[in-house]
């Protein structure tokens, strides 16, 4: 047994640029149990894959910002907040950091993930099952659905939308009706992938927030596999003195700069990243 576990720690630190073997391990991540299958998952692609990144910059953000969807739109980054009393949805200087508009979303709901879409932007609710749906200009309501999962993450996917709910399944989304058209299965080796949250689709692939963790899931939409996992666990670093600093959480491409900004609830910073592909 020894061996064998010299063996995978020896794969898992020899992981490198060149390498299409992608490992992780994390008691924070949740699978189904499996008897046949290792603790230790190892997943394999063909293609280029982000496997990694390199910090460009870090903004500083507002304090008591519990980030659950971030996004860029026109060149400018929204943000959606959570915590009952402390929802909002806003528009931020990516620059700066500093706060350009914002929606405060009625203490009753739970504010979740965001996407914009058909130059509409829909908005979830964690356990009230609502999505409300704004203008992204004046952030006046247009309209409202309703659906039967809990709320987490929001993406826009081609013409359609994606959605997590802290399962393993994405869900496929109607936007004009919000109805639900078809549930994908997210694995990892196989095995049932759960707390997704905050997702970002970008050039074919999805990103995703595992919560709880401080790793983006890379998935293949169309079949749910997940083909690579990203560690951004050394960014805490910038936020050891922050004692509210809770989940990793919130991912934003900006096209721009082929760069991403990624955060964490109640962190006092964004993170500019420009990801490394093999």
Known sequence: MKYILFIMLFLMLSCSKSNEAYVVEDKNIKMDTNENQSDRLFVTKNVPLPYDYELV????????AYTQGLLFHNGQLYES??????????????????VLKTKKISPQYFGEGIAIINDKLYMLTWTSRTCFVFDPNSFKEIESFTYP???????????????????????????????EEKAI??????????????LEYVNGLLYANIYMSDKIAVIEPETGEVLSIIDFGTLRSYEENNKDA?????????????????????????????????
């Open 57 to 64: 910059r870090v903004i500083p953000k507002e304090p008591k």
């Open 81 to 98: 907040t959570g915590q009952y009393g402390r929802s909002s949805v806003r528009i931020v200087d990516h620059k700066t950091g500093k």
């Open 149 to 179: 999962s809990e709320g987490w993450g929001l993406a826009d996917y081609g013409d359609k939308l994606i959605k997590s709910d802290g399962s393993y399944f994405l869900r496929i989304i109607d936007p004009e009706t919000f109805r």
């Open 185 to 198: 299965t997210v694995v990892l080796n196989g095995r049932p992938l759960t707390n997704l949250n905050e």
């Open 246 to 278: 809770e989940a990793f959480n919130g991912i934003a491409y900006n096209p721009a700069t082929d760069t991403f900004y990624v955060t964490g609830k109640d962190w006092l910073n964004y993170f500019e990243v420009k990801l490394l592909f093999n």
